[in-house]
């Protein structure tokens, strides 16, 4: 007798654009941040499918399901040792189906591109306050970076900006 994987990995596809917005929307959620939630199907499908894409996802599906894990990211470089590597934007797993390996293996997955294509590095951010995410990131030997701060340039302060006019 043949038992059926609890889970499995594989790439989205265009007909996957509903379950990735419904993803990404519930990454949002969770994050208490859906009131910054504006992206449609179009958005991810010129960011996933496009000819210039410049992102790729990773879904997670259990039997007889829609997805219920996602893994969004693109390509970064490394200019001080001349190599890429990977900035995970969006890692997700629906609550029900969390604990079963499901987020491992789409980091795992992803460690196996990076590493197959030479990449150097896997980056992502993580809310201080997300203790769960903090303490699983930190058992797989994640570092966490002190010495960086995250800088945001949105909405009119990057419209002054490009302008050449003050934001003040």
């Not at 992206?39 to 996802?57: G, H, W, Y």
């Not at 997805?67 to 200019?79: D, E, F, K, M, Q």
Request: aromatic share 8%.
């Amino acid at each position: 007798m043949t038992t059926q994987p609890a889970f499995v990995l594989r790439r989205a596809t265009p007909a996957d654009l509903p379950h990735i917005r419904r993803l990404v929307l519930g990454l949002a959620e969770y994050e208490r941040l859906a009131h910054e939630f504006t992206a449609t199907e179009a958005d991810f499908n010129r960011l996933l499918f496009a000819p210039d894409r410049v992102a790729d996802a990773l879904l997670a599906e259990v039997p007889a399901a829609p997805p219920v894990g996602v893994a969004l990211y693109y390509r970064t470089i490394n200019t001080f040792k001349g190599l890429t590597g990977l900035f995970l934007e969006d890692l997700f797993v629906e609550p029900a189906h969390r604990g079963k390996g499901i987020g491992l293996a789409l980091l795992r997955h992803l460690a196996r591109e990076a590493v197959d294509s030479g990449c150097n590095l896997i980056e992502w951010r993580v809310l201080d306050w997300n203790e769960p995410s903090i303490k699983f990131y930190q058992a797989l030997g994640a570092e966490k970076m002190t010495e960086w701060h995250v800088r945001r340039l949105r909405g009119p302060a990057l419209a002054a900006l490009a302008e050449g006019t003050s934001h003040g």
